[in-house]
């Protein structure tokens, strides 16, 4: 079963920097063919969507991220990055990678934004 788990959260003041991890194992096939994304869920809210990386390569970003986040991937240590820089208080929730396509979601990491 696939497994994601993602790491770097935590709490950090407005303006500050994070960057999140999500490794990704017990894959079916080369990590190079799937395509992952963040997400992010906040108490009583749906899932937002943040920045999937398609396994084109193909990038988009939430519409609230305006520059400040950047999503990459490291195909040869199985890994997803979430770069967050700017934090604002409204980017306070727990951050989830999940493979795109399937069932397959981390636990996820908390992310708190102080004011």
């Known amino acids: 079963q696939v497994q994601l788990v993602e790491s770097g959260g935590g709490l950090v003041q407005a303006g500050g920097s994070l960057r999140l991890s999500c490794v990704v194992s017990?894959?079916?096939?080369?990590?190079?063919?799937?395509?992952l994304s963040w997400f992010r869920r906040k108490p009583g809210q749906e899932s937002e969507l943040v920045a999937p990386i398609r396994r084109t390569g193909t990038i988009d970003y939430g519409a609230f991220v305006k520059a400040r986040f950047t999503i990459t991937r490291n195909d040869a240590q199985n890994t997803v990055y979430l770069q967050m820089h700017s934090l604002k208080p409204e980017a306070t929730a727990s951050y989830l990678c999940?493979?795109?396509?399937?069932?397959?979601w981390g636990q996820g990491t908390q992310v708190t934004v102080s004011s």
């Open positions: 999940t493979e795109l396509g399937t069932c397959y």
């Open positions: 017990e894959l079916a096939s080369d990590f190079k063919s799937v395509g």
